[in-house]
């Protein structure tokens, strides 16, 4: 953990993709005081699978999911949903208004990651 999910609508070239993925989690690692070599981030391409509901006819959307460790302030979360979206924009070419951000908050203990011991502990905010 942390494991950000993003689905999009249309399809990118892979060197686009890893660019993203390595910028998503230098900005995650960053604000939210993560060790980076913890994040994993996962691009899902989905033509025509992803909408934003409305009065109207929906319309193509994206949506990044981030499963984090519990701990940060609602103010931390938006900071990096912020910048995370920036990114998104910046080398996907997606409008802001299109991308959802959405978090989902664990125990460390819920996630196992062999590369860092096994269980991850909870989060402090004296991490890096």
């Not at 509901?53 to 701990?71: E, K, Y």
Request: aromatic share 6%.
């Amino acid at each position: 953990m942390p494991y950000l999910q993003l689905e999009v609508n249309q399809q990118y070239p892979v060197a686009t993709k890893k660019l993203l993925a390595k910028r998503l989690g230098d900005i995650f690692s960053e604000i939210m005081q993560a060790d980076v070599n913890r994040v994993t981030v996962t691009i899902r391409e989905l033509d025509g699978g992803v909408w934003r509901c409305g009065d109207a006819d929906p319309n193509p959307s994206a949506l990044l999911m981030c499963d984090i460790r519990r701990g940060r302030t609602p103010e931390k979360r938006e900071e990096v949903a912020k910048k995370l979206i920036a990114a998104c924009v910046e080398i996907l070419g997606e409008g802001a208004d299109l991308l959802n951000v959405e978090f989902t908050q664990h125990a460390g203990d819920e996630m196992y990651h062999p590369t860092m011991g096994g269980l991850s502990d909870d989060w402090n905010p004296g991490e890096r």
